[in-house]
């Protein structure tokens, strides 16, 4: 598993971190999916499991992101479904 995400060129990294100040995010290099809070891991799982979200990432970077979002919702005692 990579965990190297390349930059999207879709996306302002600035804006994520403004939007949610500096918080460890599911991918950091493009400041998407925050994975600070109960609430921001169940929130990034299911965007990231739409199929239009994950379109934007390879396989490998898909699999970096979510592998994230499982370890953030340990720590953060939420269970998400395996989709």
Aim: charged residues 40%.
């Amino acid at each position: 598993m990579s965990d190297r995400i390349k930059r999207r060129e879709d996306v302002n990294p600035e804006r994520g971190e403004h939007e949610y100040g500096d918080v460890e995010f599911a991918d950091p290099t493009n400041k998407k999916y925050p994975i600070d809070s109960p609430e921001h891991v169940r929130a990034a799982w299911s965007y990231i499991n739409h199929q239009d979200n994950a379109a934007k990432y390879n396989a490998e970077e898909v699999k970096t992101i979510k592998e994230r979002i499982r370890r953030a919702a340990k720590r953060h005692d939420v269970e998400i479904s395996e989709e």
